[in-house]
């Protein structure tokens, strides 16, 4: 079992949606828990049409990264819960300021603040 820390990204099997079959897609480590769960954020080519997606490029990497051509977008209204014995790889890390950007657009981040969704 691999160690990951917030930042992370992975290969990991996800649904995007809650509905349809799990694909295996990048996704981006936002807590990983003591108990080896991992609170992720699914990475798409497409930006989410359903709640708040955050660009993603090769600059908001610190190390690694992923086979982009054009922008992609951690969809931050698709966070999910995975172990970490799910995850198929590890391709790189993102920017502290990155990561600090997806967390602030999920949902549930504004919930627990008394903010409510965006």
Known sequence: M?????GDVILAPVRIGGAGDR????????????????LIC????SP????IS??????????G????FAES??????????RTADVAGKK??????????IREAMPAVHEKRGRGRR
């Open 2 to 6: 691999g160690r990951y820390a917030s």
């Open 23 to 38: 694909k295996v897609r990048p996704a981006v480590v936002v807590t990983a828990g003591e108990d080896g769960g991992l």
């Open 42 to 45: 699914p990475v798409s080519s």
């Open 48 to 51: 989410s049409t359903d709640g």
């Open 54 to 63: 955050v660009p993603l490029s090769l600059h908001d990497f610190a190390r």
């Open 65 to 68: 990264g992923l086979d982009l």
């Open 73 to 82: 977008y951690a969809l931050a209204a698709h966070a999910a819960t995975i």
């Open 92 to 101: 790189g890390t993102l920017l502290p300021e990155t990561v600090a950007a």
